[in-house]
């Protein structure tokens, strides 16, 4: 927490040093004055966030708008006018206030679809196209003002005909009755072999309740365990493991005991949360070829390569191979902010090829 702080008070203060130093440090009183006012303002939301007086979604919601829509342009103007001249500042920086704006209002409701492939020699042949439909991090409290968007989900994911759908964790955002008024919609996705799901670090508060919805959508909850596929004598394993990541949010998952009984060289699904998890255990300890997981959302606002979350996780977004075992990081639906930013909502199609 600490170090977050420091890195928000960097942000807000050194772009503030810049400006005064090239604009303000001459100026009458009343402009040097006004110049502080965007970042007090911020500042004051960060306080609101932390004294929870709003509650803690709100405040965080108020807090990170607040940072995008002023630090964010600011530091841009203060960096492009000392190269480029307070005139290109300026530009850049409605420009990117605009995307920010952007991101608020449509951003986090574009929806858009990823397709990637899964090469390895240990498919069976008659699974060899197969094709997994991945969603995950719903967090689907944030569209309580915006149903139509998770229909338009639903009716994108059973336009792909996927074999499988699987959901890789964070239905909600903190309790699972956000889900409810939902339920009739997410009942409606299909696929010919099913749809599993496991658990976010998200979804724990009432967990029976939470386990109860989605059972009543017709997803079968992997905890700790496994489901073989089966096409003909042919079979692949579909894995499935509580949250296991790293602190604040602890580790439920017992990778040793969802693979139990598998034979090793048999083509392995794993659904995992958090990426962290590949590294974590994953590689080292199992042959598990095919890992899928979420947790990250990309940041959220992606430029280029450039992302917060790469700050974070060492895979963040995407494919990730290590000695022919792959690694797949959805950028996910949504988050508790309804922010997006070129890290567009996601559902990822993972096809199967030996």
């Not at 989900?153 to 239905?171: K, P, Q, R, W, Y």
């Not at 959220?300 to 191979?321: C, D, L, M, N």
Request: aromatic share 10%; proline share 5%.
């Amino acid at each position: 927490m600490i170090g977050y702080l420091l890195m928000i008070t960097a942000i807000l203060l050194v772009p503030d040093i810049m400006i005064w130093h090239q604009y303000l440090s001459h100026a009458p009183l009343a402009w040097q004055v006004s110049g502080t006012i965007p970042t007090l303002t911020v500042f004051a939301t960060l306080i609101i966030a932390l004294t929870r007086i709003l509650g803690m979604s709100r405040g965080m919601l108020l807090f990170f708008s607040s940072f995008l829509l002023i630090a964010v342009p600011k530091m841009v103007f203060a960096l492009v006018a000392w190269a480029l001249g307070w005139p290109c500042g300026l530009a850049v920086a409605l420009l990117t206030m605009g995307l920010v704006i952007f991101g608020f209002i449509k951003g986090w409701r574009t929806l858009v679809v990823r397709e990637v492939c899964c090469h390895s020699a240990d498919l069976p042949s008659a699974f060899d196209g197969y094709r997994i439909l991945q969603i995950s991090d719903l967090h689907i409290g944030t569209f309580a003002t915006h149903p139509e968007f998770i229909s338009e989900m639903v009716e994108t994911a059973n336009s792909l005909n996927a074999d499988l759908i699987v959901f890789t964790g964070d239905l909600v955002n903190v309790l699972p009755q956000e889900a409810e008024p939902f339920l009739p919609t997410l009942s409606k996705l299909h696929a010919k072999d099913g749809i599993y799901s496991i658990l976010g670090n998200h979804d724990y508060e009432d967990l029976p309740l939470l386990l109860r919805y989605e059972q009543e959508t017709g997803w079968e909850v992997l905890k700790n365990e496994h489901r073989l596929l089966t096409r003909g004598d042919q079979s692949i394993a579909l894995i499935g493991v509580e949250h296991v990541g790293n602190p604040p949010f602890g580790t439920r998952g017992r990778l040793m005991d969802a693979i139990k009984g598998l034979p090793d060289g048999m083509f392995k699904v794993l659904l995992t949360h958090d990426p962290t998890h590949w590294r974590l255990e994953v590689l080292d300890k199992t042959d598990i070829q095919l890992t899928l997981s979420g947790h990250t959302h990309a940041g959220q606002i992606k430029i280029g390569p450039f992302s917060p979350a790469r700050g974070v996780y060492k895979e963040w977004h995407g494919t990730y191979t290590d000695h022919g075992r792959m690694l797949h990081v959805s950028a996910g639906i949504a988050g508790r902010l309804p922010f997006r930013l070129f890290a567009w909502p996601e559902i990822n199609m993972i096809k199967l090829e030996s």
